[in-house]
């Protein structure tokens, strides 16, 4: 089977920097993609890594290991507007799979 | 990025009855997939719409339960049918670009009561 796990939870303060980890266990990976959704909104797409590293994408950054299994969402000078549901997703094919989501609160 | 748009965006239906959900691109999409979001849950796929054939299931869902229909490259409809208080949940679409197969986007959802 497939899965990917990320913590459920995460809170900080603005002008903080947190980081969203997922570890996944796939058949045929391809890549790691980071989704956004604010409450009553859909999914929006953040990145998408297909090789090992760091792509930064203003104040998100996105890291993969596949050695490790691993990714990371790093957000940097949080803000209000940042608190969401984050979804790390693995492609299968031509469908996408999600992790279970992690729900990051910030703070004033 | 493509726009999406469903309708209904909201309904709450009795028990029994059948709601059908409609899901429209502004531009011609290679995929297209229906996901099923429980409140504070992950998304689950619940099949790919294929244009002009029968679409694929996930495990766990049906066609019996979830007809789905897509007669062209921008349009597709979900069907949850005999409805349960289980099957409320939020309902959306997704679809692939042809510029390539990285990005999915999401139309705004389809938010389902069943009393």
């Known amino acids: 089977g497939q899965s990917l796990e990320q913590p459920s939870e995460v809170t900080a303060v603005e002008g903080a920097i947190v980081q969203i980890n997922c570890t996944y266990q796939t058949s045929g990976f391809y890549g790691l993609s980071w989704y956004q959704q604010h409450d009553g909104g859909a999914p929006t797409f953040l990145s998408y890594n297909a090789l090992d590293g760091l792509e930064e994408t203003g104040r998100f950054s996105s890291f993969l290991s596949r050695s490790d299994s691993y990714g990371y969402l790093l957000l940097q000078e949080l803000q209000m507007k940042d608190s969401a549901s984050y979804f790390c997703a693995v492609p299968n094919t031509d469908k996408l799979i999600f992790g279970t989501g992690t729900r990051l609160q910030v703070f004033p | 990025s493509a726009v999406i748009s469903q309708k209904p965006s909201r309904d709450i239906c009795q028990r029994g009855t059948s709601l059908t959900i409609q899901c429209q691109v502004d531009?011609?999409?290679?995929?297209m997939f229906w996901y099923r979001q429980q409140p504070g849950q992950s998304l689950t796929l619940i099949a790919t719409a294929n244009q002009g054939s029968e679409a694929t299931y996930e495990s766990g869902f049906v066609i019996d339960k979830f007809p789905i229909s897509r007669p062209n490259l921008t349009f597709s409809t979900l069907t949850v049918s005999n409805m349960s208080p289980e099957d409320s949940s939020i309902y959306l679409c997704s679809v692939v670009r042809l510029s390539g197969p990285d990005t999915q986007y999401f139309g705004p959802g389809t938010r389902l009561t069943v009393l």
């Open positions: 531009s011609q999409v290679t995929m």
